[in-house]
């Protein structure tokens, strides 16, 4: 059995933005070499998100209108006392930190409309993204 390890980099130019980042998994899945097991990918990031979805534009746009109404910016929030971005951290609660896919033939399985999208919420920033992929050669 392989365990590969590698970092993405990821640099973002607004506060709320959503990136593809599904060839670079996919270049990591093949530098693995591994042809059949499971791929994690995970934001190493409080203010960060990693989600699975189609990047169409109208709906990258939906995404980041519907994050703003469910948790508004500077809602009287105690963590704003301290660094004024507790709206950063909560949606980044919302939508979770990593996501797994199955590896099969050497590729991350993805439905015909899914992407690998890492969300930043508190950018601009460049962003570490770890990804391990665990199965055999
Ligand atoms: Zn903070």
Redesign the pocket.
Known sequence: MTVYRTELTVRTERRVQLVDITDDVREAVSESGVEEGIVHVFSRH??AAVIVNEPESGLLRDVVNKLEDLVPEGAGYE?DK?????D??LRAILLGPSVTLPVAGGEPVLGTWQSILFVEL?GPRTRRVLVTVVGDG
């Open positions: 409080t203010t963590h301290v660094d004024n971005n507790a950063s951290h508190d």
